[in-house]
Nanobody
Framework: QAQLVESGGGLVQPGGSLRLSCVAS????????LAWFRQPPGKDREFVAA????????SYKDSVKGRFTISRDNAKNTLYLQMNNLAPDATALYFC????????????????????WGQGTQVTVSS
């Protein structure tokens, strides 16, 4: 059974960095589009970043461009999110998601296209 498991969350001070990981199992994920979403406290889930299969293309939420980097290691079936210069508004439960659909770049932010989701890892940015 296909599964995604996130790790790497925690408490960090403003301006700090974290790297999230998501290990995929039970599927041929090298052909999947993978993404990170987050759900801040009391708010809806929102798109953070996505990467197409074989790194054919990436997309980011405007507010994280230049600070967050999404990457994947297909040999390890692992997705990463490097987050730098974190601000308190990054506090959220972070989820990784996967789809085997061939999405165009403008559709990567749509949560409805992702069929497989992890359980999430909590990121808290606070002094």
């Amino acid at each position: 059974q296909a599964q995604l498991v996130e790790s790497g969350g925690g408490l960090v001070q403003p301006g700090g960095s974290l790297r999230l990981s998501c290990v995929a199992s039970g599927g041929a994920f090298s052909g999947y589009t993978l993404a990170w979403f987050r759900q801040p406290p009391g708010k809806d889930r929102e798109f953070v970043a996505a990467v197409k299969r074989a790194n054919y293309g990436k997309s980011y939420k405007d507010s994280v461009k230049g600070r967050f980097t999404i990457s994947r290691d297909n040999a390890k079936n692992t997705l990463y999110l490097q987050m730098n210069n974190l601000a308190p508004d990054a506090t959220a439960l972070y989820f990784c998601a996967a789809t085997n659909m061939r999405l165009i770049t403008s559709s990567l932010a749509g949560a409805q296209w992702y069929a497989l989701w992890g359980q999430g890892t909590q990121v808290t940015v606070s002094s």
